[in-house]
């Protein structure tokens, strides 16, 4: 009950702070609507409209209060406009449609859920090889942090440039970018987690006769999953980011990056938000997903989650 009632006052005061904000930032707009309707706003002149403020306008107009919540293109949209066309364009539209923006999502579900298998699978991979070889801890990790500092959407279009010029086209594109925001994650929490076992659990083993071999399938491994979900966690909704960055660049037609492209051409703000807080529910929805399966997992395991 308490956590509940956190939750719902933390969004209570966000949804106050968002109605205030949207008052100065689209009241010129509301004021300009008006003067080329022929509406009288206050007795003062144009200028001395924009010399008050929003602030001052709003005081004397009770209409702007209203109009800045309802414009059809505001510069900042009203939490009940993006509730309003996030249930339109996801209850009330089919599947099918161009305008669902389920439709949109299942594009970029595809490419991120491609793009996280061979993310994970590549982080993993590298960060046992890591964690076996001292060569490869010298040489391989110092590059995968320095990949991490290019800006994804400098390299993303590098990135489809050069896929396209060898034929490559379709969801593949998408999922290495996907993948190239996923891995590192996995990489760093994995080599973690493998590295968690203690030095007197380790020459335990050795007293034990075990190989490296049964040294990481029952020591190393269990060690790591606690370290390893909670980097999926991160990879998931960092490939989803990747997901939605490939399709700007090529122009894409279909996908939630697509929806905000089409968005931000035709000034549809409303649209372009809703589209954001899909792209946040989907994220949200895909780590809760994965914290199920690390309950149900690690409780198999008997390790405390």
């Given at each position: ?292 399966i690390e309950r149900v997992v690690l409780s198999r395991m008997g390790v405390q989650a």
């Amino acid at each position: 009950m308490k956590t509940a009632l956190a939750v719902f006052s933390v969004l209570a005061a966000i949804a106050v702070i968002w109605y205030a904000a949207c008052v100065p930032m689209n009241i010129k707009g509301v004021l300009d609507a008006a003067e080329r309707a022929g509406v009288e706003v206050t007795p003062t002149t144009a200028r001395e409209r924009r010399d008050l403020g929003a602030v001052g306008l709003v005081a004397g107009n009770s209409f702007a209060i209203k109009d800045v919540w309802s414009q059809d293109r505001p510069r900042l949209p009203a939490p009940h406009q993006v509730a309003v066309e996030l249930w339109e364009t996801t209850v009330e539209k089919k599947v099918t449609s161009k305008r669902s923006l389920i439709y949109h999502g299942q594009v970029t579900l595809s490419a991120t859920f491609l793009g996280f298998v061979i993310g994970t699978g590549l982080g993993i991979l590298l960060a046992v090889g890591i964690v076996h070889s001292r060569v490869m801890d010298m040489s391989v990790m110092p590059w995968a942090i320095v990949s991490q500092t290019i800006p994804i959407i400098a390299l993303a279009p590098m990135i489809i440039v050069v896929l396209y010029s060898i034929g490559v086209q379709g969801i593949l594109p998408k999922a290495v970018i996907s993948a190239y925001l996923s891995f590192f994650p996995v990489v760093v929490g994995m080599v973690k987690g493998l590295r968690s076992p203690d030095q007197m659990q380790l020459d335990l083993l050795k007293t034990y006769s075990a190989s490296v071999g049964q040294g990481f399938w029952k020591l190393r491994l269990p060690a790591s999953m606690p370290y390893l979900f909670a980097s999926l966690k991160i990879g998931i909704a960092a490939s989803l980011v990747g997901a939605i960055v490939g399709e700007l660049p090529t122009g894409a037609v279909a996908g939630l990056g697509a929806r905000l492209l089409a968005g931000s051409y035709y000034g549809q703000t409303v649209q372009i938000w809703s589209a954001l807080f899909a792209a946040a529910i989907l994220a949200a929805t895909l780590v809760a997903i994965l914290g199920l399966i690390e309950r149900v997992v690690l409780s198999r395991m008997g390790v405390q989650a």
